[in-house]
């Protein structure tokens, strides 16, 4: 088994399906045999186990689970395996939640969402972390907007060697107005993120800071960062939470 | 539901089985084997529908038309590489025919709803499809009569007997059956492996992609002027050869 394989192993043993258990039990208290959660999950066709696994400890159906993969021709061959109810092909996922249009905004709300960008084969860029999170934020508006009770959200990405701007995750962030919010707090936060260690702390503090700003109330956090990828090109790091509408 | 089981099947529909898996599996296996190279490179040209199907997204027609484009060129592979060449074909026209669709619906919204529902109003004035006759109409969008300028008359696409005229006559040949473009033959019964046929379907899929991603360039001007650098780089340079890339940066006034 190759290191990637391995490293996603541990995310879904370790966290994902700890996560989704317990967002189950929460959520799904009376559902004894199957907890039905509607999953949405970021992957791609040479690890997809998180929905296998999701499937044997019997949180979701396969009818349930909605797959993303940026590349036409990786979901296709996703899709092929017949383990999801469809797989959404052709766009990335920050820029689908730009629209209001894609298809995928009728399947919305989700019980969970795995966000797991490392699976989409990321470019190593400048501002690609300060995207994901834009869409995260986004993703959680939706998700509240559509009167959820109570959601799994998964955020997973690569941190290699570019920078985060805070700068850049406050003002996405600051442009998506809601009433009595003062703003994404980055006083006293590096602006410039250059330590993996760092960005981590920053990326968990957005995280709660988007809680609060949606009016919702955390019930649980868990966090991996993991060992260096083979190829050098950086780290894992996957937050996962449990919220709760107030 | 049923379980698949060769044994349960009657006779005929047993020997249809037998037979279907044996020569497809053996044209497959024969193609990828020889030809590994030239259907990874074609894939590869697949991957740019990614990069518009990003960029279109808030055009209807665009998120209707782009997956059945990409899934055109996708089988097509699938079908040559089985031996059903005139089928392949077949999938090349179809490509072609909703790559200039897309064009037209995406200046064209009413007709595009009417086109869902399934009306045919263009064929009560005897044309051929939506966009009228011949390609009269995509000559008069200004990059593309920018275009044609630019190019030589060789090499131009829309006028009389240019390349695009010229590669949709010769798929509608292949599939309107002229004797050459038979499937079988005395000494072929079952669809086969046929270099010669291979080759000429290369050609053309390579032709075809290359007149697609001229065509989505073009006929969205303002939205491959505002792609990433790097991803306009990607079409310019795997979807199309070097001529056409120098002309189509020439039409839309790209200096990079």
């Known amino acids: ?65 909605y797959g993303w ?60 972390i300060e995207k994901e999170i834009c869409s995260v934020e986004k993703t959680i508006k939706l998700q509240v907007g559509l009167n959820v009770n109570g959601m799994a959200l998964i955020y997973t990405t690569i941190l290699d060697s570019a920078n985060v701007s805070m700068t850049k995750i406050k003002s996405n962030s600051d442009g998506i107005n809601i009433k009595d919010w003062p703003g994404l707090q980055i006083d006293g936060i590096l602006t410039t993120v250059s330590q993996r260690d760092d960005k981590t702390k920053c990326l968990k503090n957005v995280f709660e800071q988007f809680i609060n700003k949606y009016s919702c109330e955390n019930i649980r956090t868990m966090e991996i960062h993991t060992k260096n990828l083979p190829n050098g090109s950086g780290s894992i790091y996957s937050l996962a939470v449990i919220l709760k509408k107030v | 539901m049923p379980r698949f089981r060769v044994s349960n099947l009657p006779s005929e529909t047993k020997r249809l089985h037998e037979s279907q898996n044996i020569w497809r599996r053996k ?31 808030n055009i209807d027609a665009a998120k209707t038309l782009i997956p059945e484009i990409f899934m055109d060129a996708y089988i097509s592979i699938h079908f040559a590489s089985y031996g059903l060449y005139k089928y392949a074909n077949m999938s090349l026209r179809s490509e072609l025919e909703t790559v200039l669709r897309l064009v037209y619906f995406s200046r064209h919204e009413v007709e595009f709803k009417w086109w ?35 190019c030589e008359t060789h090499m131009k696409l829309f006028s009389e007997d240019a390349k695009i005229v010229k590669a949709y006559k010769k798929l509608s040949k292949s599939i309107h059956s002229s004797a050459e473009h038979f499937q079988t033959r005395p000494d072929r019964v079952s669809p086969r492996y046929d270099l010669g046929e291979l080759k000429r379907w290369i050609d053309v899929y390579n032709g075809i992609q290359t007149y697609i991603h001229i065509l989505l360039s073009l006929g969205f001007a303002e939205e491959f002027k505002d792609l990433k650098k790097g991803e306009r780089k990607k079409i310019l340079g795997r979807g199309m050869e070097e001529y056409y890339q120098e002309r189509v940066k020439e039409a839309l006034g790209i200096t990079e």
């Open chain 2, 116 to 150: 869902l529902d399934g009306d045919e109003w263009y064929r009560e004035e005897r044309m051929p499809d939506v966009w009228g006759r011949r390609y009269v109409y995509f000559t008069k969008l200004k990059e593309i009569k920018e275009f044609e300028k630019a």
């Open chain 1, 69 to 128: 993969h940026k590349a036409r021709l990786t979901a296709y061959r996703l899709d092929s395996e017949g383990k999801m109810a469809t797989v959404f092909p052709g766009m990335t996922y920050e820029d689908s939640v730009e629209t209001d249009t894609h298809e995928i905004r009728k399947e919305f709300p989700f019980d969970i969402i795995n966000l797991d960008f490392s699976s989409q084969n990321p470019e190593t860029v400048n501002g690609r």
């Open chain 2, 27 to 57: 044209n497959w296996e024969k193609t990828l084997a020889e030809h590994k190279d030239d259907i990874e490179k074609m894939i590869q040209k697949l991957n740019l529908f990614d990069i518009w199907s990003n960029k279109l997204q």
């Open chain 1, 1 to 65: 088994m190759s290191d990637i394989a391995a490293i996603k192993d541990q995310l879904i043993d370790e966290m994902w399906l700890p996560i989704a258990r317990e967002a189950g039990k929460k959520f799904r208290p009376h559902q004894m045999i199957n907890k039905k959660m509607k999953v949405l999950t970021l992957t791609n066709d040479k690890n997809f186990r998180e929905v296998i696994e999701l499937v044997r400890n019997k949180i979701t159906k396969k009818d349930l689970i």
